[in-house]
């Protein structure tokens, strides 16, 4: 095939490399995005938004192609087209075979959904969509309330700036890097639910009281709620493995380091690691742990570090010189190598911000990833905080001592849950 045009077809980013050879129908890397409304979504004016939306997010009507040595974007003249939601939480987007978008839009009731492919983008990029969809529906659908006071764009760089591979921008050059040699971790087992699906368990409270909370331990609301999810699954531990440590894995947003608008990937990831047999099951000790591994790992140096890791096997001569398959090959065994250092997942993309004459329309938002392991998301809208568990094993016991455990600190917690009674 011929690609003269440079604008149909572009690079994946450095952190997408490593999705298309790794996603398969137990771990799709697919992530969801909703917003619940007040009212029944209108089908009709949610495809108008959705159009209205990929003019200011060209770049997302894209294809993924297998190239020589690369996969690679190829544009596409496929739209998106709404549908209402009738699949299981986070389905597979991407098949080899398939020249499909990687991204979704449906509908369901008063929610509207995005399920992203995370080839295409983090969740940063996949929330400023959002933002920008739903922008369009509520003023297309409220045009008489809002015609003559248009509340300002959520997201408006230029394309280029959206485009931006910010991995390449910021990569040093630097040859002196230093590989950590990774632990294994305690894993969670359990009974598989069917089909590949992920079970969901939805939790909704308010920010400032689990804020409240976590000030009592000195720390954060990600630390807060990272020590937590630790607590939770030591608590289930079989005694004969609590030699191992509980490692989680904690995705960082680049761009709050390095000035970056790039709607791709921008992002990072830091280990937190606990071992009860070594530390002891104090509460208090495990979230100063927490603590010090933030304040150690979520400085501009160590995550230049990981960039600079991360890029240079990207540009290594020899590596580029290898074909697509023999890569694939080698980014599967690095991917296993990977995961056997990890035990679970926790990712807060923090608050998502509309404008206020947006808030009597919008009930709240919610976040959660596909799971091959136990995973919890975490975003907030106003004062409602939403913690999405999304796992796929039939067993709860995990998100119930989560849970619980917020409810004896005295937080009201209202439950949804993707389990069939």
């Given at each position: 095939m011929k690609r003269n045009r440079k604008s149909e077809w572009k690079r994946l980013d450095n952190a997408a490399k490593i999705f298309p050879p790794t996603s398969s129908d137990k771990d799709t890397k697919v992530f969801r995005f909703s917003l619940e409304l007040t009212k029944e979504v209108d089908p009709v004016v949610l495809q108008e938004a959705v159009d209205l939306s990929m003019e200011s997010f060209p770049f997302y009507k894209v294809v993924l192609r297998r190239g020589a040595f690369w996969y690679y974007f190829e544009k596409t003249e496929k739209s998106p087209l709404v549908e209402e939601e009738n699949n299981s939480v986070c389905a597979p987007i991407f098949f080899n075979n398939e020249r499909e978008l990687l991204f979704r839009v449906f509908y369901y009731g008063n929610r509207i959904s995005i399920e992203t492919h995370h080839t295409l983008t983090d969740g940063t990029g996949a929330l400023w969509l959002l933002?920008?969809?739903?922008?369009?529906?509520?003023?297309?659908?409220?045009?008489?309330?809002?015609?003559?006071?248009?509340?300002?764009?959520?997201?408006?760089?230029?394309?280029?700036?959206?485009?931006?591979?910010?991995?390449?921008?910021?990569?040093?050059?630097?040859?002196?890097?230093?590989?950590?040699?990774?632990?294994?971790?305690?894993?969670?087992?359990?009974?598989?639910?069917?089909?590949?699906?992920?079970?969901?368990?939805?939790?909704?409270?308010?920010?400032?009281?689990?804020?409240?909370?976590?000030?009592?331990?000195?720390?954060?609301?990600?630390?807060?709620?990272?020590?937590?999810?630790?607590?939770?699954?030591?608590?289930?531990?079989?005694?004969?493995?609590?030699?191992?440590?509980?490692?989680?894995?904690?995705?960082?947003?680049l761009r709050?380091?390095?000035?970056?608008?790039?709607?791709?990937?921008?992002?990072?990831?830091?280990?937190?690691?606990?071992?009860?047999?070594?530390?002891?099951?104090?509460?208090?000790?495990?979230?100063?742990?927490?603590?010090?591994?933030?304040?150690?790992?979520?400085?501009?140096?160590?995550?230049?570090?990981?960039?600079?890791?991360?890029?240079?096997?990207?540009?290594?001569?020899?590596?580029?010189?290898?074909?697509?398959?023999?890569?694939?090959?080698?980014?599967?065994?690095?991917?296993?190598?990977?995961?056997?250092?990890?035990?679970a997942a926790i990712s807060n993309i923090g608050r998502a911000v509309f404008p206020e004459e947006f808030h009597p329309y919008i009930h709240q938002v919610n976040v959660c990833t596909g799971a091959k392991r136990p995973q919890l998301a975490v975003i907030s809208y106003n004062d409602n905080l939403t913690?999405?568990?999304?796992?796929?094993?039939?067993?709860?016991?995990?998100?119930?001592?989560?849970?619980?455990?917020?409810?004896?600190?005295?937080?009201?917690?209202?439950?949804?849950?993707s389990i069939e009674d």
């Open positions: 933002k920008t969809l739903v922008y369009h529906y509520l003023t297309i659908k409220y045009n008489e309330v809002f015609k003559d006071n248009m509340p300002p764009r959520p997201y408006s760089p230029s394309i280029g700036q959206k485009t931006d591979d910010s991995f390449q921008k910021y990569y040093t050059g630097n040859s002196k890097i230093k590989y950590e040699t990774l632990e294994k971790a305690y894993h969670i087992s359990g009974t598989r639910v069917e089909d590949n699906r992920s079970i969901l368990i939805e939790g909704s409270m308010s920010v400032k009281a689990v804020l409240d909370e976590a000030h009592k331990y000195n720390t954060t609301l990600t630390g807060y709620l990272t020590s937590l999810l630790i607590y939770s699954i030591y608590n289930e531990m079989p005694v004969r493995q609590r030699k191992k440590p509980i490692i989680i894995s904690v995705p960082v947003n709050q380091y390095f000035k970056s608008e790039t709607a791709r990937n921008f992002f990072g990831t830091i280990r937190v690691k606990y071992n009860v047999s070594e530390q002891g099951d104090s509460f208090a000790n495990l979230v100063k742990t927490v603590n010090d591994t933030f304040a150690k790992k979520l400085t501009i140096e160590e995550l230049e570090k990981q960039l600079n890791r991360f890029m240079a096997l990207e540009n290594n001569k020899l590596i580029k010189l290898v074909p697509l398959p023999i890569k694939n090959i080698i980014l599967k065994i690095a991917n296993t190598y990977n995961e056997r250092g990890l035990t913690i999405s568990f999304t796992s796929p094993y039939t067993e709860t016991d995990i998100q119930r001592n989560f849970f619980k455990a917020l409810s004896s600190a005295g937080i009201d917690v209202i439950i949804a849950s």
